[in-house]
């Protein structure tokens, strides 16, 4: 299965699906054709015993994933009570999979990338990835992205990070002291290291595994199931009007910084 956008394979020796992000001239953003093949394969691996954990990369060396393409456009109704958020469903609990996700990160992750990596089990990340949400920069709220990082990272660099917006980001080393990434690697060692974790979760039982996930899952559901009946209202409300976010996004400066 390779639409296009999403490029899937599966070892059915070892019980490991690659899910790879495959548009790397737009540094793996998604429009709405990769997010409804996103949603379509994690449905379609909740059938398949085959596939018993799964690594989540994106394509080329540059980015994991920038988020939304700025080119998807996508109507909003006119009340801060009803949004329509292409990205909510595209992460693998949105769509009640409970087999373990590592996500394996090289280059960029940013914006829309963290409701991918807030469902994933852990990230392994590439010596060269950063970490950054831009949403402040260009007049937007950052709510589903700063509740799944808050589920990951101390509240301190969290909130750093959502507010920084697009003038820092976060090193791949700094992601690993804050608990973000749980080991780093070369970029050629990337994907073998995320695919032998994978392998090796794959090996367990994979009643035993699901239950394991299904039970880290529920430690914190709570919390952020409320968390997240919140975001819709607080971006309708935050959010500038979309010529407004255009605007500043053109007029983005090139200058940052790394910590």
């Not at 059938?47 to 980015?63: P, S």
């Not at 373990?100 to 992750?109: E, F, I, L, Q, T």
């Not at 990951?152 to 976060?170: C, D, K, Q, W």
Request: glycine share 8%; with cysteine; aromatic share 6%.
């Amino acid at each position: 299965m390779s639409p296009g956008t999403l490029n899937v394979s599966t070892d059915n020796e070892t019980g490991v699906a690659t899910v790879t992000l495959d548009r790397p001239a737009r540094h793996n953003a998604i429009d709405q054709d990769t997010a409804a093949e996103l949603i379509a394969t994690w449905r379609e691996f909740r059938f398949d015993d085959t596939v018993r954990a799964i690594v989540l990369t994106g394509a080329g060396e540059k980015a994991f994933c920038t988020g939304i393409d700025r080119d998807t456009d996508v109507p909003q109704p006119g009340s801060p009570y009803s949004m329509d958020d292409p990205l909510v469903t595209i992460g693998p609990k949105a769509n009640d999979l409970w087999k373990p996700v590592v996500a394996a990160v090289n280059g960029m992750a940013c914006g829309g990338a963290f409701y991918l990596l807030g469902e994933a089990e852990f990230v392994i990340a590439a010596e060269h990835a950063t970490f950054f949400d831009p949403h402040t920069t260009y007049g937007m709220v950052s709510a589903y992205e700063s509740i799944h990082m808050a589920q990951r990272m101390p509240y301190g660099e969290v909130a750093r990070m959502s507010l920084m917006g697009s003038a820092e980001r976060i090193s791949a080393r700094r992601a690993y002291e804050t608990g973000l990434v749980s080991e780093l690697t070369t970029p050629a060692e990337l994907l073998p290291a995320a695919t032998h974790a994978a392998e090796v979760i794959a090996s367990q039982p994979t009643e035993a595994v699901q239950g394991t996930v299904r039970a880290l899952w529920s430690s914190r559901e709570a919390a952020r199931a409320h968390a997240l009946a919140q975001a819709p209202h607080l971006i309708t409300l935050g959010n500038l009007p979309p010529e407004r976010q255009a605007g500043l996004f053109t007029g983005r400066g090139s200058g940052y910084r790394t910590r």
